[in-house]
Nanobody, 119 residues
Framework: QVQLVESGGGLVQSGGSLRLSCAASGSSFSSYTMGWYRQAPGKQRELVAEITSGTSTNYADSVKGRFTISRDNAQKMVYLQMDSLQPEDTAVYYC?????????????WGQGTQVTVSS
C-alpha cells in the first residue's frame, strides 16, 4: 500500500507561481513513476506531468515551458513547480504513483489539492 499526500495548493493571481508537493510512502519509491494529474469542474481528469524512475519527464502540451516536475528519492517527494499560471489551470491537482511489481500494475492517488488562478 502506498499513501500519497499533496500540499501547496491555493489561490494565486494570473501570472503567478505555486509549488505543489507530494509526500509518498513505500520502500521502493525510487522505482515508481510519479505523476501529477488535474481535474477541472465538469471535465475529465488529465495528465499534467510525469517523471519516471530514470527521471525522464513528460508534460501535457498545455503546460510545457511553464510547469516543471521533479523528484527527491531520498525524501520520497515529488514536486510540481507551476509558473505563469493562467485561469485555465484552475483545478484539483492529484499526485499519482504508477507501480509495476511482479508483472502487475498498481496505481495510487492522493486526496488532491485545489489550485485556483484568478484573472
Amino acid at each position: 500500500q502506498v499513501q500519497l499526500v499533496e500540499s501547496g495548493g491555493g489561490l494565486v493571481q494570473s501570472g503567478g507561481s505555486l509549488r505543489l508537493s507530494c509526500a509518498a510512502s513505500g520502500s521502493s519509491f525510487s522505482s515508481y513513476t510519479m505523476g501529477w494529474y488535474r481535474q477541472a469542474p465538469g471535465k475529465q481528469r488529465e495528465l499534467v506531468a510525469e517523471i519516471t524512475s530514470g527521471t525522464s519527464t513528460n508534460y501535457a502540451d498545455s503546460v510545457k515551458g511553464r510547469f516543471t516536475i521533479s523528484r527527491d528519492n531520498a525524501q520520497k517527494m515529488v514536486y510540481l513547480q507551476m509558473d505563469s499560471l493562467q485561469p485555465e489551470d484552475t483545478a484539483v491537482y492529484y499526485c499519482n504513483a504508477d507501480i509495476l511489481w511482479r508483472g502487475l500494475r498498481y496505481t495510487y492517488w492522493g486526496q488532491g489539492t485545489q489550485v485556483t488562478v484568478s484573472s
